[in-house]
């Protein structure tokens, strides 16, 4: 089993920044791919962004160009960097780790951070 936290949520202004992180910990050696899902308020979870062992990415066409996904191998860490946040982007964001099924959602989860982006 893989236990994941996440950190950095908050409230940030119209086109301001914020970083999230997501630590795994337990069975990592499992871990093929890490990344970020969001649910807003009345709608489905969707996927941000994503990160394979070997640094391919994937992005949702909404954040492509303003969030940046990162991750630390030997930490076991995953980073969201979002710059020139909207209001749009307001939701709860999840961290997930697996494998290939990350990409339609399957996986473990993390508890969820939320991010609100209101002036």
């Known amino acids: 089993q893989v236990q994941l936290v996440e950190s950095g949520g908050g409230l940030v202004q119209p086109g301001g920044s914020l970083t999230l992180s997501c630590a795994a910990s337990g069975n990592t050696f499992r871990i093929y791919a890490m990344g970020w899902y969001r649910q807003a308020p009345g709608k489905q979870r969707e996927l941000v962004a994503l990160i394979t062992y070997t640094a391919s990415t994937t992005y949702a066409d909404s954040v492509k160009g303003r969030f940046t996904i990162s991750r630390d191998n030997a930490k076991n860490t995953v980073y969201l960097q979002m710059n020139s946040l909207k209001p749009e982007d307001t939701a709860v964001y999840f961290c997930?780790?697996?494998?290939?099924?990350?990409?339609?959602?399957?996986?473990?989860w993390g508890q969820g951070t939320q991010v609100i982006v209101s002036s």
């Open positions: 997930i780790s697996g494998g290939v099924g990350t990409t339609k959602g399957q996986g473990n």
